[in-house]
């Protein structure tokens, strides 16, 4: 069994800033990376940020140069740092992780319950 837990969603002016917060925990014997996807209703999960076991970074295209993740690959931890948010990324944001568990030598990709970001124009 392996747990996402996310925090730091919640309401927000445009142009401000939030924080989103993952911890995994569990049956993981490997995380190869963690990231972020947020999605709305009727539309299909989007990419906001990925973050590799190398540092290597990549964001989706309407997030590039305001959000910035970080993480500690080994512990499972991440953060999203999300500046001058706008009412287009009102969206339930969820961590995404992709590890190997330690009863079974593949690596699989699993995802958070979700946070919910609103942002107020």
């Known amino acids: 069994q392996v747990q996402l837990v996310e925090s730091g969603g919640g309401l927000v002016q445009a142009g401000e800033s939030l924080t989103l917060s993952c911890k995994a925990s569990?049956?993981?014997?490997?995380?190869?990376?963690m990231g972020w996807y947020r999605q709305t209703p009727g539309k299909p999960r989007e990419l906001v940020a990925l973050?590799?076991?190398?540092?290597?970074?990549d964001y989706g295209d309407s997030v590039e140069g305001r959000f910035a993740i970080s993480a500690n690959i080994p512990r499972g931890t991440s953060t999203l740092q999300m500046n001058d948010l706008t009412s287009k990324d009102t969206a339930v944001y969820s961590c995404y992780l992709f590890f190997q568990p330690k009863d079974d030598g593949a690596f699989r990709d699993y995802w958070g319950q979700g946070t919910q970001v609103t942002v107020s124009s």
């Open positions: 569990g049956s993981i014997q490997r995380v190869g990376r």
């Open positions: 973050i590799y076991s190398s540092g290597k970074t």
